[in-house]
């Protein structure tokens, strides 16, 4: 029969079914690939965007010219803006501020045709490496209390632009689920002193029924309490609370660890849509700083992706409750992407 | 610019667009409609349900046999089973329960070509009165820490048979979409010792703009903190915690304003997908019970059904942050749809 499974690292609960074995095919996805006459984020476009923040390009090349690896650019119809003051106004029991943030695009390749599973690790690398560019710039503004990196992967998970890309909103308010893991945290080492993701780590590693793949730096997990079917997380074996303080070296390693579990999806599911989230300490500013406390915040929190192929749709039940439902076990998910072959040639 | 906004109710913050004027076809939505060979919640197919637990039916009719109104099945696919205990279990940092609960599915006509929307006044009160049904039923089981009572509109919402129903779903655990809402109104009801929809709606009523229809018995609202566009609220003028509280005449006069703003969507949004949850307090059994706490807890919540059309997808911000976008202010949603004339016929 199906259970109640508790995700100890965000404190919800999830309806995991086990009726019956479902094969991966059950969950492939119809894709949608949209074409377009001019790309804006192609070499030779880059007039179309707004001028960039960031790029990796060979010193004899100009900004906002070809000749860029990855360029970061500001959107060009953002939903936040980053003029102006927050205005907090209440009107009786409403309240609001204005929509301040940052909203920028991560072009991740110059290559208009392959897609993040398919860049090589220097590739993927350049683009971690641009995520740390853009967190270590952005966190100096005290107005943004968190930095949310994402990526859309095709039209069903909400990128309608086909050009591979990643983007970055900075907000003023600590989103809740960020919030709900920090908590989580921080109560785990109050009373054990220790970190709950290396705990967790520690623990899944030692089942193994979750364990996707272990490279001796990176561990990829199907979550006990995976909302969705096939959602992966992946950590650093190494305790970090900041993704922004990885070295080079780290950050190859992670490209390595991520293009393993993208390559994997890709095979086993055909390629499936996906959203991905870096989940990363919020800048310094926005947590409680009392003396003392620097020491609980680089130990408290570690820092990890996390992903989620777009399969199935919620409905009401979903909606209303805030419970998911999901018709397929982690361990079956990890069972099947175990016995995927990463090592495909593009 | 955009704006963040706070719901009352939740506590949770919304993005609200409004760079340019959105036009209701800009959310019109391709429905798919599957075609069956055999309905099985029709007449004369009840033997492929399992067997009814409530119906409406002439006296002259028989259980499992057709003549009934509306009929009340367990389903015959449960997520969650009735029989045995929750069996709690901790393994480590995972917690588990068993997926014990209620599945029941409300049939809601006989007429397998009528959605909810071209039912007439009366055929909705059944629905309603099978929902009390249910809830006063179900609620005698101490297991159970909420009833949840949705409805899945069409494909794209997650409702893969088309016959007109509703489900109801009885769960071990808290929703924390309920236990958020619960709260809040707790917590106004302490601080000031009103009920924080009644104070809500006298607001909402004498500000006007999101007010989509008001009958003087139920008021049907655009939230001030919307999610998705056109999402509703419909609200019962009259303080009360308990939906299974309501007598006949309030069903009835529930029905008329659950059929106008059915009707106003189909209208405006032709048919949309859609699901809507009716949110009432919990079993008496599950909310802290101390001396004097039956007053608050007739007090401090007030019962309500919010509707969701689904119209638009989320992606990895919503996903990574909770925070949901929505490109169309509800002041515009409650300015269409009070402009769109729900008397049609069918």
Known sequence: MSEFRKDPLRGTWVITENQRIRQPREFLVDRQHPT????????????KTPQEVFALRPGTTKANEPGWRVRVVPNKFPILRIEGDLNRQTSGLNQSMRGIGAHEVIIETADHQRSLAQLDIAEIT??????RARLLDLRQDSRFHYLQIFKNHGIEAGAPLPHSHSQLMAVPIMP??????????RNHFLTSGQCLICDLLAQETADGRRVVSNDGTF????????????????FPLRHNHDFALQNDQE????AKAL????????????DPPYN??????PPIHSRVSKPGYWETIVSDYHWHIEL???LSQTAGFEWGSGFFINPLPPEDAARFLRATDPNLSF
């Open 126 to 131: 350049d683009v971690l490496i641009a995520y």
């Open 308 to 310: 989620v192929p777009r």
């Open 276 to 281: 991905f989230i870096l989940h990363t300490t």
């Open 251 to 254: 950050l190859a390693d992670c």
């Open 176 to 185: 809740p689920v960020i919030h709900s893991e920090l908590n989580m945290c």
């Open 219 to 234: 561990l990829i997990l199907a979550p006990y309490a995976s909302s969705s079917p096939f959602e992966l997380r992946l």
């Open 259 to 270: 293009q393993d579990m993208l390559r994997r999806l890709y095979r086993l599911l055909e």
């Open 36 to 47: 377009l006459t001019i790309c804006p984020f192609c070499p030779g476009q880059e007039s």
